[in-house]
């Protein structure tokens, strides 16, 4: 079966179960018990990996979206099928609204912007390195189009929906959007997350063993803080990494605290039934068991004593 045709397939499961649980297509405002006659922004997540893994009323709010904020637009038939039909798309950008970020990060993203440019001078452009540069392209010029057209939609009385994945609020990218639409007072449609759906794969309780804490990190660091990971290990905490940036430096960082048998675990692709796996090690092998071969960006990273 190819992708789009397993696309709608899934969509038409969800639509299905939509329809059996409300008998009939229910108005947005209905289902979500706003006043009627006004338009609302929506920030939904469509959760993580296989689209069957989007919750009903994900679909419920999107189905029902006049607008749709996306981060691929040009690409997005292939990801969601039919659900966009008829809808007006426009760039999401990444990272839009963190006006508290920028200056942290001016001198990194300019950087990575030459990087990108040359690059794509050279033609020597990759799939990752084409979706990076739209993503980043002009920023300020794509806020001033979602402030455009948010706030007309809105106050037209259309239902605008911003598209995220996973958790919105754990390191996602539009969350900006939120602070900047406040007065518009903005409805987070929740759906399932990378850590949820990891969790799943490894089948152990992460507050297990002798802990009862887990700590949710990124092992970049902010500016000023490059030995977070160091700090945190400390706790000997069960620890769940986002973002890696390089397991042999996770590693030395973590032995810092840690003994060298203590579990990791990677899992990567989570969500996606047929691509999803699990890398199971300590701290002492799992530099030697992974070898040269790269890992694929959708990762996390477990470490803690709950693996055992």
Not at 269 to 283: C, M, P, Q, S, Y
Not at 292 to 301: E, G, Q, R
Request: charged residues 30%; aromatic residues 6%.
């Amino acid at each position: 079966m190819s992708e789009m045709k397993k696309t709608k397939a899934a969509f038409s499961a969800l639509a299905m179960l939509c329809a059996i649980g409300i008998g009939q297509v229910m108005p947005v405002h209905a289902h979500e018990g706003l006043p009627p006659g006004h338009g609302h922004l929506f920030l939904v997540s469509t959760g993580t990996g296989d689209l069957d893994n989007m919750t009903i009323r994900a679909h419920k709010v999107i189905t029902q979206a006049d607008i749709v904020f996306t981060m691929q637009p040009e690409g997005a038939d292939k990801r969601y099928g039919d659900l966009l039909k008829g809808k007006k798309l426009y760039p999401a950008g990444h990272g839009l609204f963190w006006k508290r970020d920028r200056a942290e990060n001016d001198n990194r993203k300019a950087d990575e912007k030459a990087e990108r440019a040359a690059k794509h001078a050279k033609g020597k452009e990759d799939d990752k390195d084409k979706d990076n540069r739209r993503r980043h392209e002009d920023p300020a010029k794509l806020e001033a189009q979602a402030r455009k057209v948010i706030r007309e939609a809105v106050g037209a009385g259309r239902n605008v929906v911003v598209l995220d994945n996973g958790d919105p609020l754990v390191y996602g990218p539009h969350s900006g959007y939120l602070k900047e639409f406040e007065d518009l007072k903005p409805i987070v449609v929740p759906g399932i997350s990378s850590f949820n759906a990891a969790n799943a794969a490894l089948q152990r309780g992460v507050i297990g063993g002798d802990g009862r804490a887990v700590i949710l990190t990124s092992s970049k660091g902010g500016a000023g803080n490059s030995d977070h990971v160091k700090k945190l290990a400390e706790s000997r905490s069960s620890m769940v990494f986002f973002m890696n940036r390089s397991i042999p430096e996770l590693v030395a960082e973590l032995k810092t605290s840690y003994p060298g048998d203590t579990p990791i675990a990677i899992v990567a692709d989570a969500g996606f039934r047929k691509e999803e796996k699990v890398i199971k090690a300590t701290l002492d092998t799992i530099v030697g068991q992974l070898g040269p071969d790269k890992l694929p960006f959708a990762h996390l990273v477990y470490v803690g004593d709950f693996l055992r």
